[in-house]
């Protein structure tokens, strides 16, 4: 193989993980944890909070503080978990990450 085929190889490859990064950036992802639900983006920012106030009383709060960062958690990895998976196919390929 030449180098010039290995060059085009390589820049196909670095618009299809370009098209992935992409598509997982745009894609939304929920955590939930008890009366606590976070949407977060494939950036991982936080789109929105939701909190079922109607099952929450005022002295629960330090365990709807501690359910918000369960669901965020959950939330961000369910994000990682599909970059991962999408992007395993690249995984052996050095200096792409």
Do not use: W
């Not at 977060?40 to 501690?66: R, S, Y």
């Amino acid at each position: 193989m030449n180098m010039q085929a290995i060059m085009k190889q390589a820049q196909s490859m670095q618009k299809e993980i370009e098209k992935i990064k992409e598509e997982i950036d745009q894609t939304e992802f929920m955590g939930e944890s008890s009366f606590v639900s976070v949407r977060i983006n494939g950036k991982k920012e936080v789109l929105e909070v939701k909190i079922d106030h109607d099952t929450l009383e005022k002295e629960d709060l330090e365990i709807m503080q501690d359910m918000i960062v369960v669901a965020m958690n959950q939330a961000m990895k369910k994000v990682d978990d599909i970059t991962e998976q999408k992007m395993s196919k690249y995984a052996s390929i050095p200096g792409l990450f």
